[in-house]
């Protein structure tokens, strides 16, 4: 069980990882629009949907804020750990989505 919670020498690491959390949660919305169009007639969904709107309004807001805050506190703690981070684009990712992050600068070559 250690070896699974420990870090390896070499992570890479995109802030959209932490963003595929709340995908499922933003989603419920327009599912739930759907059944209720299905079930009622239009004017009683839109009805029903406005009621719910600032919900998912927070949960828009607070989906975002979770994930900043989760990319924030990983990228930290790795810092703290003394990861540094390699320069360029890791292999196989798009520029600006990711961050490799390494002990020493020879395993950033790697």
Request: aromatic share 16%; charged share 15%; proline share 5%.
């Amino acid at each position: 069980m250690d070896n699974y919670l420990d870090f390896n020498h070499v992570i890479t690491f995109s802030w959209m990882s932490t963003s595929l959390v709340c995908i499922p949660l933003i989603f419920t919305l327009p599912i739930y629009w759907f059944i209720l169009e299905c079930i009622y007639e239009e004017k009683i969904a839109i009805k029903k949907m406005e009621k719910l709107m600032p919900f998912f309004k927070c949960l828009c807001v607070f989906s975002l804020f979770l994930s900043i805050s989760l990319s924030l506190g990983y990228v930290s703690v790795l810092k703290n750990k003394g990861y540094i981070s390699c320069p360029g684009i890791p292999s196989g990712w798009m520029p600006g989505t990711a961050t490799k992050y390494a002990f020493s600068g020879d395993l950033c070559r790697k």
